[in-house]
């Protein structure tokens, strides 16, 4: 178990900060190193852009006289390794605009070229390299904000800000860049045009800015506006932009088409079916701008075949697996939605309810069962009003879905329904406050046709911080609802109302931090429809502390230690459920910038209701005996050729001596090299292993009335003591051509072997008897991916991609299961995959860049 609080200020020290401009080291206060202990956050430093008439030339040289006009801003302040000292080497950046776009040129001053890493990456990735940002805060309200990045090789990346997402790099704008060496210096040139941000329509702009330098070389972070790292927030520690007068929000109107073209061979598709299939699609992607603030994004008719495959596993736990969102759809500015963490996006286009429940009848066969569901639109609209308030609404549209059986003898198909049509909405209401604070409003719903159940969830969020930001209270109430049928069983539905809340009071400033949480999941709280819960019907209370110590001594540049104490109670009925002690640190060492930390987790013993799989709970439970697990790892310098990850665990339990069992163990091990070649070409590895043995739990697959070794156990609750050992391979490279071209390869193998040694049957109140079982339970899920992927960003916001995807899996069962890796490699191997290729173009047009190419015309 991790610790609950936010850690974000251990993010902005130890993670991607480090940019900067700074060429006048006489802006920055001379104490800075003494000011930046404090835990009040620094004075807000201003600078003037500068109205031009005439456009810059974009080249990275900077040669314009207009530059020479606008103040530099310089003097930028240390944020790690160590907080607080100004830079030695000087940054200079430059704001301009006109009426259609933000002008920013900074020069980064240092000792030779070679001091200067050049990595090429693929787009939005942080590789070996120095860069540039700029941020901006377009409503100065202090918690919102745009980030927009360059690297030395011209690489660009983009992010969003806010309260609920954090740092959100999957937000894509389109903007302009060029970067070029000039001497001892590096130059980057950026136009921002107003149609990638959103601003209000006063005359007076007055915006929140910074700049991050990031020189690779010292592994340092330079911040214009100093960013400490023990105050709470990011984005209040901006400075502000001064001087933007008299420019309006552009219409901002785009339109991205697409066409996609997919070969698929499948040689396990059903008898009768072609193995080889092609398809030819089109669609589009929508941006208006509604007005100065909100913006619709539409997407018609959506490709997403070319996301990264899943990676599968074998799940023995009661709970379903939570996989990643790699739709671009669903992770760009998104972060309105996913306030209080009630929207799971892969609800949308999920595989169909009555897919596992599409059974033929005894003279038919299975042609065809779809397991997604295809989106036949998705549209959003979100902003935020110069007030401060965020609006969000989503939806999306999901047609029938069907399953297709024909008769043997008669060659006559029927089609069964396995998903209605339905409709998927979320509105959001978001205020930001004074003093990094903010109240929402959630809420999301699914209408399904017919009779099928409708839910929907509503959910309020507060946080208020004091004037000093050093301590705040939050917390959330949310109620869920549903109504109608289920799908499968035609039954009324469970779970009809339910409520979960939670309350915090906690120190967020200054080096020690601490936080008190209480909350209760009633046991008919259920979110799932569109959200994600594991497990409901909970009362927990939970206390976080940690120190974190940000300024170099003796031979380490920071120390953090956090540790969380929680105690969880079943809801209802009344129950203990568990009491668990963490404690976690890590260093990072001056010389060698060697990460070194341990996660330490004590844990009494533990009543686990969930694992029986028996409702309602609170009769049957798993009792897991007293543990201890101890997980270390260390980090190498990333900036060498070579960097290396490795992390160690074990677990060890306590013996139940209630039957004559082996002591619970579990101990596991990453291992994850990486070797960039050139700054064109990287390999990466890893590998994941881990063991647990004699682990006691519920009989995957539970127990079948059709075998006759399973007839005297019907109606109990069957467990297993058991072996699970897991090793997952995933052999990465990437070779990145131009700044615009990229090619990635990505093959994963995982195979997760369970090899039973007894059993027994579960009683009331965690009892246990040992059971004369003797149907073979072991089993073997193996899966196999790879991923190929080459991308040319021909013209601002316009791509080619050109993907490989293959995939195939075994599941043996019994006696065809087997603890050896090989034979479960070459088993994978073997199998018939399903191979696709698939071509997809995407072109951005811009209304204003069209118009404005019309008008020159």
Request: glycine letters at 8%; zero cysteines.
């Amino acid at each position: 178990m991790f610790p609950s609080f936010s850690l974000q200020r251990v993010f902005l020290f130890v993670g991607l900060s480090g940019l900067g401009l700074l060429e006048a080291a006489a802006q920055a206060p001379d104490s800075a190193s003494a000011a930046s202990a404090s835990a009040t956050a620094a004075p807000k430093r201003q600078l003037a852009a500068v109205r031009i008439s005439t456009p810059p030339k974009l080249d990275g040289l900077l040669d314009e006289a207009v530059w020479s006009q606008a103040q530099p801003a310089t003097g930028f302040i240390q944020n790690r390794p160590k907080p607080g000292p100004r830079e030695k080497h000087p940054t200079e950046v430059r704001v301009l605009y006109d009426d259609a776009a933000i002008y920013v040129g900074a020069i980064m001053h240092d000792v030779s070229p070679d001091s200067i890493p050049r990595e090429l990456t693929a787009r939005d990735n942080f590789g070996n390299t120095d860069f540039i940002a700029i941020f901006l805060d377009t409503y100065s309200d202090k918690l919102n904000g745009y980030a927009f990045f360059v690297t030395t090789g011209g690489v660009q990346m983009d992010a969003r800000y806010s309260p609920a997402g954090g740092e959100d790099l999957n937000w894509n704008a389109v903007w302009d860049s060029q970067t070029a060496l000039r001497g001892t210096d590096w130059v980057a040139e950026l136009r921002i045009p107003y149609s990638a941000i959103r601003f209000s329509t006063a005359d007076v702009q007055q915006w929140g800015v910074n700049f991050m330098r990031q020189r690779r070389r010292d592994n340092a972070a330079y911040f214009w506006n100093e960013v400490k790292p023990q105050v709470d927030g990011f984005v209040n520690q901006w400075g502000e932009l001064t001087g933007i007068k008299g420019v309006k929000p552009p219409l901002r109107l785009s339109l991205t088409p697409y066409v996609s073209a997919y070969v698929n061979h499948n040689p396990l598709n059903a008898e009768g079916t072609k193995r080889t299939t092609t398809s030819f699609n089109g669609g589009a992607d929508v941006k208006w701008g509604i007005n100065e603030s909100f913006t619709l994004d539409a997407t018609l008719v959506p490709d997403f075949g070319q996301v990264q495959s899943d990676n599968q596993v074998l799940n023995l736990s009661p709970f379903e697996v939570q996989f990643n969102e790699n739709r671009q759809f669903f992770t760009e500015g998104t972060e309105l939605f996913n306030k209080g963490n009630l929207f799971y996006s892969r609800r949308v286009g999920a595989t169909p309810v009555g897919f596992e429940k599409a059974t033929a009848g005894p003279t038919e066969r299975l042609v065809r069962n779809p397991a997604e569901t295809p989106l036949l639109n998705a549209s959003k609209i979100s902003g935020r009003t110069s007030k401060g308030l965020g609006v969000g609404v989503f939806n999306a549209l999901s047609n029938d879905v069907y399953a297709t059986f024909r008769d043997r003898e008669t060659g006559q198909e029927r089609d069964v329904l396995t998903q209605p049509f339905s409709n998927y909405s979320i509105a959001v209401l978001d205020q930001s406050l004074k003093n990094n604070s903010f109240v929402s409003l959630i809420n999301t719903n699914v209408t399904r046709a017919g009779r099928t159940y409708d839910a929907n969830v509503t959910g309020g969020l507060f946080r208020f911080a004091n004037k000093a930001n050093k301590y705040a209270v939050d917390g959330r109430v949310v109620y869920s609802r549903r109504r109608g049928e289920d799908f499968v069983s035609g039954a009324e539905v469970a779970d009809r109302d339910g409520y979960k809340y939670r309350v915090g009071l906690g120190k967020v400033s200054g080096n020690f931090t601490w936080n008190f949480s209480h909350g209760i999941e009633s046991d008919t709280y259920n979110p799932n429809d569109l959200g994600i819960l594991f497990g409901n019907n909970n009362i927990t209370e939970s206390l976080d502390l940690s120190y974190a110590k940000y300024q170099p001594f003796w031979k380490v540049n920071n120390f953090f230690v956090f540790g969380n104490v929680s105690h969880t109670l079943l809801y209802r009925p009344t129950l203990y459920q568990a009491l668990n002690f963490y404690l976690g640190g890590n260093t990072t060492f001056t010389k060698s910038f060697l990460r070194v930390g341990f996660d330490l987790n004590v844990d009494p013993v533990t009543h686990d209701f969930f694992e029986p799989r028996t409702k309602p709970l609170g009769g049957y439970y798993v009792r897991v005996p007293k543990n201890t697990r101890l997980t270390m790892f260390f980090n190498s310098d990333s900036r060498k050729k070579f960097a290396l990850s490795m992390e160690g665990g074990f677990q060890r339990y306590g013996l139940d001596g209630r039957l004559p069992r082996a002591r619970r163990d579990g101990y596991s091990l990453r291992f994850d090299p990486r070797y960039r070649v050139n700054d064109h070409l990287t390999f990466s590895y890893s590998l994941d292993y881990s063991l647990r043995g004699n682990q006691i739990g519920y009989v995957n697959g539970g127990l079948r009335d059709d075998e006759p070794l399973d007839q005297p156990f019907m109606g109990q609750t069957m467990l297993g003591r058991r072996d699970v050992a897991t090793v997952s391979n995933i052999v990465s490279a990437a070779y990145t051509f131009t700044n615009r071209m990229s090619f990635t390869l990505r093959v994963r193998q995982y195979t997760s072997n369970v090899r039973y040694a007894d059993f027994a049957t579960l009683g009331p109140d965690g009892r246990e008897e040992l059971a004369d079982y003797r149907r073979n339970r072991d089993n073997t899920y193996n899966a196999f991916n790879v991923d190929a992927v080459y991308s040319w960003w021909f013209a601002p916001g316009s791509q080619l991609s050109v993907v490989w995807k293959n995939a195939g899996a075994t599941d043996p069962q019994a006696e065809q299961a087997t603890p050896q890796f090989f034979d479960n490699f070459n088993s994978v191997i073997n199998t018939p995959h399903n191979n696709s290729v698939s071509v997809k173009v995407l072109y951005f047009l811009d209304y204003l860049a069209l118009r404005k190419g019309r008008a020159a015309k």
